[in-house]
């Protein structure tokens, strides 16, 4: 069920994992607060799992981090070691049977947590069909568990080094077993992830903002087709696949990230000002006053700002307390709806000429309604620019996007889209600029959803979101 109040417009967010080996350590507690730090990274559902003495113990449900767990559950997951995840689903619906870690025991047992997206996942699911492995949920995660699981190898890292090579698209993936937690990562690099340490401990996470709230220190990035071992023997490590295309998601850098996350030697919150002040280089515009989409403007529009010497100020109030909700708002307040996340300010806005800033647009929903709320606050001219190139082409591995025709900028000139948003001036950010903004090249990174060029071979023959939910079908039928 999608609620009426969530007007978030960009790309969805999609997946964080955390994993930890620290006994004498409370590993639940541990997870928590670093879920806690990557709840941004997905609010559909929670979970963490521990072992202790060959028992794994599960607790997931839908919801928010602190609506999952409370001190009672978090008391009863005692163990060694952990791992945790926070879900937005791209593969699967948000249902309860797809909230991570996957649970499963069969021939060994596993809790599994993963962000991504695999390619072949159809075919991954008739193959383990026909050798007899039963599903509870329809999500890709599933399946990577239920290879490892049902894999005949005596230690899971052997069986993760079989397996690997087989799955294709993006994955970065925790596993726990009885004895330790296995992290490995997809030979693109697609989806990021962490080694951190805890004292002599070690622990892995999607970004390194995890490690900061628990005490801990990033160490460094999860090579791509790694895989990290870490158990009684402190950590061990193994290269599983080597590709030459490298492929890191470009837009954890621009919008996924939290602003406190380092991305390949880069604190995400200075790339984004940068992007903003290359951005007002090749986008100047006459105005009064700078002010941004909060929270995902703010990086940009203090560069923008900097680089152009127009004032910045808030102009629109973001409340930081609406989460997902289904209580509908009715007819009458349905108009007001995105006044529950912003509001603008008369004072700052009225008779000004505004540049308002934000880091993307997908199909532009939201941005209209911004704008006409700025117009309606007095506003005198509203020139949007937006600190990345325009989404034209959906994601394939790990962001749930909107179909191709439903993006504003699909078959838009700027000046189109400017029309279509209501607003006086529209300009993106180049490519060009966003790779200057994090020193790098398009030849390490993804950036398909502007480009349309996607790294990984069979790309086009992806499945859908649903595809494993119609596959369940008949079976839940019969």
Same mark, same amino acid.
């Given at each position: 069920?999608?609620?009426?109040?969530?007007?978030?417009?960009?790309?969805?967010?999609?997946?964080g994992?955390?994993?930890?080996?620290?006994?004498?350590?409370?590993?639940?507690?541990?997870?928590y607060?670093?879920?806690?730090?990557?709840?941004?990274?997905?609010?559909?559902?929670?979970?963490?799992?521990?072992?202790?003495?060959?028992?794994?113990m599960?607790v997931?449900?839908?919801?928010?981090?602190?609506?999952?767990?409370?001190?009672?559950?978090?008391r009863?997951?005692?163990?060694?070691?952990?791992?945790g995840?926070?879900?937005?689903?791209?593969?699967?619906?948000?249902?309860?049977?797809?909230?991570?870690?996957?649970?499963?025991?069969?021939?060994r047992?596993?809790?599994?947590?993963?962000?991504?997206n695999?390619?072949?996942?159809?075919?991954?699911?008739?193959e383990?069909?026909?050798?007899?492995v039963?599903?509870?949920?329809t999500?890709?995660?599933e399946?990577?568990?239920?290879?490892?699981?049902?894999?005949?190898?005596?230690?899971?890292?052997?069986?993760?080094?079989?397996?690997?090579?087989?799955?294709?698209?993006?994955?970065?993936?925790?596993?726990?077993?009885?004895?330790?937690?296995?992290?490995?990562?997809?030979?693109?690099?697609?989806?990021?992830?962490?080694?951190?340490?805890?004292?002599?401990r070690?622990?892995?996470?999607?970004?390194?903002c995890?490690?900061?709230?628990?005490?801990?220190?990033?160490?460094?990035?999860?090579?791509?087709?790694?895989?990290?071992?870490?158990?009684? !023997? %402190?950590?061990? &490590? +193994?290269?599983l #696949?080597?590709?030459? @295309?490298? /492929?890191?998601?470009?837009?954890? =850098?621009?919008?996924?990230?939290?602003?406190?996350?380092?991305?390949e030697?880069?604190?995400?919150?200075v790339?984004?000002?940068?992007?903003?002040?290359?951005?007002?280089?090749?986008?100047?515009?006459?105005a009064?006053?700078?002010?941004?989409?909060?929270d995902?403007?703010?990086?940009?529009?203090?560069?923008?700002?900097?680089?152009?010497?127009?004032?910045?100020?808030?102009?629109?109030?973001k409340?930081?307390?609406?989460?997902r909700?289904?209580?509908?708002?009715?007819?009458?307040?349905?108009?007001?709806?995105?006044?529950?996340?912003?509001?603008?300010?008369?004072?700052?806005?009225?008779?000004?000429?505004?540049?308002?800033?934000?880091?993307?647009?997908? !199909? %532009?929903?939201? &941005? +209209?309604?911004? #704008?006409?709320?700025? @117009?309606? /606050?007095?506003?005198?001219?509203? =020139?949007?620019?937006?600190?990345?190139?325009?989404?034209?082409?959906?994601?394939?591995?790990?962001?749930?996007?909107?179909?191709t025709?439903?993006?504003?900028?699909?078959g838009?000139?700027?000046?189109?889209?400017?029309?279509?948003?209501?607003?006086?001036?529209?300009?993106?950010l180049?490519?060009?600029?966003?790779?200057?903004?994090?020193?790098?090249t398009?030849?390490?990174?993804c950036?398909?959803?502007?480009?349309?060029?996607?790294?990984?071979?069979?790309?086009?023959?992806?499945?859908g979101?649903?595809?494993l939910?119609?596959l369940?079908?008949?079976?839940?039928?019969?």
């Amino acid at each position: 069920m999608t609620s009426q109040l969530d007007h978030r417009d960009g790309p969805r967010d999609e997946c964080g994992v955390f994993g930890v080996y620290a006994p004498q350590n409370d590993v639940a507690r541990l997870a928590y607060f670093a879920l806690y730090a990557l709840q941004h990274r997905g609010q559909e559902s929670a979970g963490i799992a521990t072992s202790d003495d060959g028992h794994i113990m599960t607790v997931r449900d839908l919801g928010l981090v602190s609506q999952v767990f409370d001190e009672e559950k978090l008391r009863a997951l005692q163990g060694q070691m952990a791992v945790g995840h926070v879900r937005y689903s791209t593969t699967g619906s948000s249902a309860w049977e797809n909230a991570q870690p996957v649970w499963r025991s069969d021939r060994r047992q596993i809790a599994l947590a993963h962000n991504g997206n695999l390619i072949n996942a159809v075919e991954l699911h008739a193959e383990l069909t026909e050798r007899g492995v039963q599903f509870r949920g329809t999500s890709d995660s599933e399946l990577i568990a239920a290879l490892l699981s049902t894999h005949e190898a005596d230690r899971v890292e052997d069986a993760v080094a079989d397996v690997v090579p087989r799955l294709e698209g993006a994955f970065s993936t925790v596993v726990l077993t009885k004895d330790s937690v296995v992290a490995f990562r997809d030979g693109a690099g697609l989806r990021p992830l962490a080694l951190g340490r805890l004292g002599d401990r070690y622990c892995v996470a999607s970004e390194s903002c995890a490690f900061d709230i628990i005490g801990g220190e990033l160490l460094r990035e999860v090579l791509p087709g790694e895989m990290v071992s870490l158990g009684e !023997r %402190g950590i061990e &490590t +193994r290269r599983l #696949v080597e590709t030459e @295309r490298r /492929a890191f998601c470009v837009f954890e =850098h621009i919008y996924f990230a939290r602003p406190d996350s380092m991305l390949e030697g880069n604190r995400t919150q200075v790339s984004r000002r940068k992007m903003g002040e290359i951005l007002w280089r090749e986008a100047p515009a006459k105005a009064d006053v700078v002010i941004a989409v909060p929270d995902s403007g703010n990086a940009a529009a203090a560069g923008y700002s900097k680089a152009s010497g127009i004032p910045r100020d808030d102009g629109l109030i973001k409340n930081r307390y609406v989460a997902r909700t289904f209580i509908q708002p009715g007819q009458e307040l349905r108009k007001h709806g995105l006044r529950m996340k912003f509001n603008p300010l008369r004072e700052v806005v009225e008779r000004k000429r505004l540049v308002v800033v934000d880091d993307s647009i997908v !199909r %532009g929903n939201t &941005t +209209r309604q911004i #704008v006409r709320m700025l @117009r309606d /606050a007095g506003a005198a001219e509203i =020139h949007m620019r937006i600190s990345a190139p325009p989404i034209r082409h959906p994601c394939h591995y790990g962001i749930d996007m909107s179909t191709t025709q439903e993006m504003v900028a699909y078959g838009r000139t700027e000046e189109e889209v400017a029309r279509e948003l209501e607003c006086d001036s529209l300009a993106y950010l180049s490519l060009d600029g966003v790779y200057e903004a994090i020193r790098s090249t398009r030849e390490t990174h993804c950036d398909a959803c502007f480009s349309g060029e996607y790294p990984l071979e069979r790309t086009d023959s992806a499945s859908g979101k649903f595809a494993l939910e119609e596959l369940a079908q008949p079976a839940a039928v019969s």
